[in-house]
Structures are given as structure tokens and as C-alpha cells.
């Protein structure tokens, strides 16, 4: 989603510093979409737009499971801003950092009106064919063939069942209602292969890393986390530079992340949320320190042997 707005900035059919009032002004809605004057696109990509996150909110959970096994989706855009209008802001835009799906729906949208297509036809006309990710494709129904079934934690806000699948191996809710905030579907290999050529610069034509990773910091009292356009930018003191992103919905969680200095890319997925979002530890982090551990090791051998 972030690469794609940075695309479309490369080719000169929009600018990450535009406001968002820009393409969105016309929605009868956007006059009460909090600091709806002065949002950028950017500020979108790096979740920096001061916007609350409709994830959260009481009402989203309660449509959520209200909506629970129907055919078709529920939540579609327009309905998931609408879970944060009239709600105060969290900081003036570029003031401050704090996750938000809610800021990804509308840079979705302001996609769509830029191109005048629908957002993932250009992002499979864009991205999948192109970099031949045959196996990820738009979570845009119920049935999503070969899903692993998902285990969730039983503590969390929405009251699932422990199991993702019904008994006829259909997701319980409908995974469209994620839509720019994160709605594909894919595997390890296909994520790697993104990474790998995303954080190469073989993504997109042009020079686009500058701004994919041009980030704001995520805690301004530690300077070791940053956020770029979609990108989660830190440090590792065993690794260097690390570029990626984690990713959870109920019942399943996946990471992504790149080593430059080794030339690196690993990415993962896990079929249970259990003990990994309701633990005081950073699981996802010391399974990703360990595997750039193993595989960076492996890779120094490599080049020890070939020395010879």
C-alpha cells in the first residue's frame, strides 16, 4: 500500500506532502475526520496523522461480531472511517507517531482516486504479476484456499472461538473488511520475495528508497525505532540496519524483515496468536534475532569456505 503511494508519487500522479482534502474533500464524511485540514499523504503512510485506530473502538468490536459468518463484507471502507469521526485527535499531524488502520483505509482511498481503479487492481498490476507473487492475492472472501486454520488466544476483545475456521474451512468473519489496512493473503516465500526485492530497489522503477525509508520516530525519547512509508526502520547491535514490518489478525501473525548489511531477507508466518500478542515478551523479536542469527552465521561460513 505505502510502496504504491510512493509509486504513484515517482510518477508524478500525486505528492506525499499533498493533503489528503485534496482527494477526500468531497466525502460527506471527511469535514469529521479528525485534523482533516492538514493531514498528508504522508503523514498516512507513517502513521503520523494523529488519527485514532477504528481496531479499537467499542464499536468496531461490536459490528465485528455482529457480523460474524456473513457472505459478504460488512465493514467496507466508508463504514470503518466512520468508527473515528467526531473523535478527537490524538496530536496535531507530524507531532506525533501512533499506529492507525484507520490512516491506511484512507490512503486506500485517496489511491482509488488518484488512479480511478480499484486498489488492488493496481496493486496486482503493479506488484504481483510483475514480481511473479503468484501466491498472494486480495483476502476478499470468507473461503481462502489452502488457509492454514488459525488458533487464537482466548483474552482478547472480540470474544472469538479458539479456532479461525468454520466447519467448512471458511474464515468466521470476512477478511475484506482489513482492505488497504492489510487485506492480502499470501505465504513465507512470496513475503521474502517481496522484501527481497522491495529493499533492493527492484521493486519499482526509479529511485524510491530514499522515500520509502525517509521515517519518523516511533518514540522520540528512543531513536533507534523509526517509521518510514509502511516501513518499520531500527537497529539491531548484532545486525545493523533492519527494514520490515509485523503482522497480526486473530489467529495469525507474520513478520518480514531485511538485512542490508548481509544481504538478508526473512520472513515467517505463525498460525496461533497464543502466547505471542497476550505475552509481556517480545516473541516475534527473538524469533527474528534468531533465525538473522542462524542464517547469518551460515552465510559467514559460506563465504569462510569459499576463501579457502
Request: charged content about 20%.
Amino acid at each position: 500500500m505505502a510502496a504504491l503511494c510512493v509509486q504513484l508519487a515517482l510518477e508524478g500522479q500525486l505528492a506525499l506532502d499533498d493533503p489528503v482534502s485534496r482527494w477526500l474533500s468531497a466525502n460527506d464524511w471527511f469535514d469529521r475526520l479528525p485534523n482533516h485540514a492538514s493531514i498528508t499523504v504522508r503523514h498516512l503512510l507513517t502513521h503520523s496523522a494523529g488519527l485514532p485506530d477504528h481496531v479499537y473502538t467499542e464499536a468496531f468490536a461490536a459490528a465485528f461480531v455482529s457480523a460474524l459468518h456473513e457472505s459478504d463484507n460488512p465493514l467496507p471502507p466508508d463504514r470503518l472511517v466512520a468508527f473515528v469521526l467526531d473523535e478527537p485527535a490524538l496530536f496535531p499531524p507530524g507531532q506525533g507517531w501512533a499506529y492507525s488502520d484507520t490512516g491506511y483505509i484512507i490512503a486506500g482511498l485517496v489511491v482509488e482516486a488518484v488512479t480511478g481503479k480499484p486498489l488492488f487492481d493496481e496493486i496486482r498490476e503493479r506488484f504481483l504479476l510483475p514480481l511473479a507473487m503468484s501466491d498472494t492475492s486480495p483476502a476478499d472472501r470468507r473461503e481462502l484456499g489452502g488457509l492454514a486454520v488459525g488458533y487464537i488466544h482466548q483474552d482478547g476483545a472480540l470474544g472469538l472461538p479458539a479456532r479461525t475456521l468454520d466447519e467448512r474451512g471458511r474464515l468466521l468473519w470476512h477478511p475484506a473488511l482489513e482492505w488497504a489496512g492489510g487485506g492480502l493473503v499470501s505465504t513465507s516465500l512470496d513475503l521474502a520475495r517481496w522484501g527481497e526485492a522491495l529493499f533492493t530497489g527492484r521493486a519499482m522503477a526509479g529511485d524510491y528508497l530514499p522515500e520509502l525509508l525517509r521515517s519518523v520516530p516511533i518514540n522520540k525519547a528512543r531513536g533507534d525505532s523509526q517509521y518510514g512509508a509502511g516501513v518499520a526502520v531500527s537497529s539491531s547491535p548484532r545486525f545493523g540496519p533492519v527494514y520490515g514490518h509485523a503482522g497480526w489478525i486473530p489467529g495469525y501473525v507474520s513478520s518480514l524483515r531485511h538485512y542490508p548489511e548481509y544481504g538478508l531477507t526473512i520472513a515467517f508466518q505463525i498460525n496461533t496468536d497464543r502466547d505471542i500478542v497476550d505475552s509481556d515478551e517480545d516473541v516475534l523479536g527473538v524469533i527474528e534475532e534468531r533465525l538473522a542469527g542462524l542464517l547469518v552465521e551460515g552465510k559467514t561460513s559460506e563465504q569462510r569456505g569459499g576463501m579457502r
